[in-house]
Structure formats: structure tokens, C-alpha cells
DNA sequence: AACTAATTTAAACAAATGTTTAATTTAATT
DNA sequence: AATTAAATTAAACATTTGTTTAAATTAGTT
């Protein structure tokens, strides 16, 4: 879908009231204002709240599994490599689109918008089918333990990166971080979320040596 | 706080509709309907919807911190027990209290209503404390590795559940659980993810022997 | 039985909700 | 310049929202 420049500021002027007042707590009024339009042309452009709901999942999970995809056929790097570059590639995803993301954990908790549902369905399906792949190539060329869990191993990546991120400000004040500006901070979260979560995945996937 | 069936039937019927609906999603009819009770009665006991949602938090929170404070005090375990003890302790709260842990995630989130947020921020900082103290006490028993950081510890293994729980459809479906009850499906789930945590855990934190 | 306090009710309140309308302005095409 | 299509607007629409009211009922006390 391309959009124009009126209708991709209602689609971020959207996501950013949805994901912090929720879907139910921001209003189509809150929405046109924000994104300085008049109400009716959120109708006009998107139908309904829902359908523009639909559009802000279409719009930000559109080509997502592509890079993964592209990464798995890359004959050059070992399996530990490959699954740290999606450790990093998931990381930063979820840390510069933290709003979508968000409201990602909300739709999957509520499941209120049936088309949402069903395409984060398929979405978290192919996920899991590419990364269960790159555990079984790992496995055949002895560099993973066998029997690890995709499901699992991508419910602890991103469970970690998005409860981090639920509670920043409390992590934060833990670690006398005051000072520091959102972009440093972010950039210092970044660090040591992929750090933790390449130990953790090697900790437990890989033979003692 | 002491409440009569009556106040306990509403504070029931609403965190079952906040944390399915949302909190803006469901409304004060829905969740009069739901207990069986007139919407005046809700205003009646409670005061407002914002402080019936308070009440939903401080009555679910309360003495929530004490078994692991008492934990800590047992001089008769190793900390990698205590520790285990702990992690046994949140996976069965959290899978137990699904429809709380849910609403609390939303209000971490949006962050609306200051008295909730003020509350959960106490919580977070005590837990901290607690869990802070063990990896203290075991590093220097030499059980643990030194320099791990407690806030990261805390949120790979709340957030491993919660993603999990979120998410638990596609696990059911992806490892062909489909003809289990909701009952078997969560002891087969709480197994699996005290397992799996453990190993996260002890893989982290203990020196490789 | 009489009285008081607590509970419960249906109805009403103003404010806010998502959506539509019909008129107007702007842009594009002939 | 005239015509058509697209974009934009303020106002109105019917519902739904959280809360309050004032009357009715129930429970507890004297």
C-alpha cells in the first residue's frame, strides 16, 4: 500500500496515541488532532478506528521477515553466527520501533481486531519456522545442542527486550543512569540487551568446551 | 483491606474484563453486568472506575514480596536453591494470576493512573532489592559469577513468562498440544518454563565446572 | 414494632464517543 | 476557462460513556 504524506502522519500520530493511551483510550479526536487533520478524514482515508488499526499492523510488519530470510541462505557464516546477527537485528528492531512494538503486546494480549490477530498468527509462524531452521542447521553441524525449543528461545529474546523496555525507567534509576539522554540510553540498552541475550542463547545452546 | 462477596465479586468481574478489554475497553456496565451487581453500586463501594482499578492493584499486591523475604532468611539453602525457589515461585504466581499480570503489563505501559504506577515502581524496587541481595550473597560464596545485573536477570525470566503466556496459542500449536485442556496445557507449560529458566539462569550464573 | 443505617435500584445527567453528512475548497484535467 | 475529481471542513448523528440522584428495599439495632 503507498500512502501519502497526510495519511502516513494520521498512520504515526495513530500508532503513537494507540500505543500509549490504548486502542479504546485514544480517541479518533486525540488522533486527527495530533496528526493536525480534520476528524472525518480519518474515515475518509482508512474507513473506521479499526480499519486504521489494521492499517498501522499492515503497513509496520510489511517485508519484516525478508532480512532473516536473506540471512539464512548466507552459506558463509556458521549457525552462531547467523543467530547472533538476528539477535541484533531483533534488538534494534524492537528498540527504534518501541510504540509498534508495543502495541504489538497489547493486540496479542487483547485480540480485539481479528485481522491483527491472524496476521501476527502468521507472522509469529514464520518466525518461528526460519529460526526453528537455523536450530536445526546448528544441530546437524554440531554447534547447537538438539532439542532446544524455538518457541521457547524467541519468547525469552523478545520477552527480555520487551519487559526491559516496559521497565526502562526502573532500570534506569537501578543503574544511576540519570544523566543520560533517551538516544544515549537507548543506545546503552541496546549494548547490553544483545550482549545479555548472545550469552544467555550461547549458555544454553552450545557444548561445553 | 477487607472487602464483603459483593466488592470481591466486582474487583473479580473487572479485572477479568480490564485485562481482556483493556481498561478503556471495558466499561463500568460491562463489568456491573458481569458481577451482577447495579452500575450505581460499582460508584457505591469503590468511588470511580480509576480507584476501582487501584483497588484491583492493592489488593493483589499486598504481602506479595513477603514469601521471598522469608526465603532469603533461610540460612539452611544454597542461593542457587533460594534461587530456584524464586523462579519456581513466579512462574506459579504469574500462570496462576494470568488476568493480573496481563493488567499489569497494560499499566506499565500506559502508565495512566499515578497511584498504580507509584505502587508497581515500589514493587519493582523492592524485588530488585531482594533478588540484588542473593546474587550479592552468592557471589560471595562463590556460587555465582560477580557483575551480574539483577534488573536483567528479572526481566529475561518475568519476560520469558509473559511472552510465553501472550503468546501461549502458537506455542500450543507449534508443539501439538492442541488436544490438551487449559488446565493440563498450563502444568505442562509451568514445567517447561521453571526448566527452561533454571537453565538460563544457571548457565549465567554459575562458573562452568 | 419502630427507627436507623446500609444497600440496591432505575432513571437521569452531561460529556465524549465513532461515524456520516452536505457544503466548500483545492487540485487536476480537458 | 470550464469541468471534474479529490480533499477538507464544520456540524450533526445516534450511542455510549462514567457518575449521580433520589426513591425504594433490606438489614441491623433499640
Do not use: W
Given at each position: 500500500?503507498?500512502?501519502?504524506?497526510?495519511?502516513?502522519?494520521?498512520?504515526?500520530?495513530?500508532?503513537?496515541?494507540?500505543?500509549?493511551?490504548?486502542?479504546?483510550?485514544?480517541?479518533?479526536?486525540?488522533?486527527?488532532?495530533?496528526?493536525?487533520?480534520?476528524?472525518?478524514?480519518?474515515?475518509?482515508?482508512?474507513?473506521?478506528?479499526?480499519?486504521?488499526?489494521?492499517?498501522?499492523?499492515?503497513?509496520?510488519?510489511?517485508?519484516?521477515?525478508?532480512?532473516?530470510?536473506?540471512?539464512?541462505?548466507?552459506?558463509?557464516?556458521?549457525?552462531?553466527?547467523?543467530l547472533e546477527i538476528v539477535v541484533d537485528d531483533y534488538v534494534d528492531r524492537i528498540i527504534s520501533?518501541?510504540?509498534?512494538?508495543?502495541?504489538?503486546?497489547?493486540?496479542?494480549?487483547?485480540?480485539?481486531?481479528?485481522?491483527?490477530?491472524?496476521?501476527?498468527?502468521?507472522?509469529?509462524?514464520?518466525?518461528?519456522?526460519?529460526?526453528?531452521?537455523?536450530?536445526?542447521?546448528?544441530?546437524?553441524?554440531?554447534?547447537?545442542?538438539?532439542?532446544?525449543?524455538?518457541?521457547?528461545?524467541?519468547?525469552t529474546m523478545i520477552?527480555t527486550v520487551?519487559?526491559t523496555?516496559?521497565?526502562?525507567?526502573?532500570?534506569?534509576?537501578?543503574?544511576?543512569?540519570?544523566?543520560?539522554?533517551?538516544?544515549?540510553?537507548k543506545k546503552l540498552l541496546l549494548e547490553k540487551l544483545t550482549k545479555h541475550i548472545k550469552e544467555l542463547f550461547k549458555?544454553?545452546?552450545?557444548?561445553?568446551?
Open positions: 500500500m503507498n500512502y501519502n504524506d497526510k495519511q502516513l502522519q494520521i498512520l504515526n500520530s495513530a500508532e503513537k496515541l494507540f500505543s500509549c493511551k490504548g486502542y479504546d483510550g485514544a480517541s479518533v479526536r486525540d488522533i486527527a488532532e495530533e496528526a493536525g487533520v480534520n476528524i472525518a478524514m480519518i474515515s475518509y482515508y482508512f474507513g473506521s478506528k479499526e480499519k486504521l488499526m489494521q492499517a498501522i499492523f499492515e503497513s509496520r510488519t510489511s517485508q519484516l521477515t525478508e532480512k532473516i530470510e536473506g540471512l539464512l541462505k548466507n552459506e558463509g557464516l556458521t549457525p552462531l553466527q547467523k520501533k518501541e510504540r509498534f512494538y508495543k502495541l504489538m503486546i497489547c493486540e496479542q494480549m487483547m485480540e480485539k481486531n481479528t485481522v491483527v490477530t491472524e496476521l501476527l498468527n502468521a507472522l509469529k509462524k514464520k518466525n518461528t519456522e526460519l529460526l526453528g531452521k537455523l536450530l536445526k542447521d546448528g544441530e546437524q553441524k554440531k554447534a547447537f545442542k538438539p532439542g532446544i525449543d524455538p518457541v521457547m528461545l524467541f519468547n520477552g520487551l519487559q523496555f516496559i521497565n526502562k525507567d526502573h532500570y534506569k534509576i537501578q543503574n544511576h543512569l540519570e544523566q543520560l539522554g533517551e538516544e544515549e540510553f549458555a544454553i545452546l552450545q557444548y561445553e568446551d
